[in-house]
């Protein structure tokens, strides 16, 4: 199971920088787009190598009998 983990760096100058690590793919900008409504201010996003892997899939199967 994959572990998500956002590091927030704030500098002296008042600049943050968010990197999120653990989620491949677009899924990232979800959470993205939260931090950026909590700074309120400009943003840049640059993407990382793992937004450019494909997201796992997962499938479940239940097997029922009575």
Same mark, same amino acid.
């Given at each position: 199971?994959? /572990?998500?983990? =956002?590091?927030?760096? #704030?500098?002296?100058?008042? *600049? !943050?920088?968010? $990197? ?5 793919? +677009?899924?990232?900008?979800?959470? /993205?787009?939260? =931090?950026?409504?909590? #700074?309120?201010?400009?943003? *840049? !996003?640059?993407? $990382? ?5 494909? +997201? ?11």
């Amino acid at each position: 199971m994959a /572990v998500e983990e =956002f590091d927030i760096i #704030i500098s002296p100058d008042g *600049t !943050v920088r968010i $990197t999120v690590k653990g989620l491949k793919g +677009p899924d990232c900008e979800k959470y /993205v787009a939260v =931090f950026q409504k909590m #700074i309120q201010g400009e943003t *840049t !996003v640059e993407h $990382t190598s793992e937004y450019y892997e494909q +997201p796992l899939e997962t499938t479940t199967t239940v097997n029922w009998k009575r």
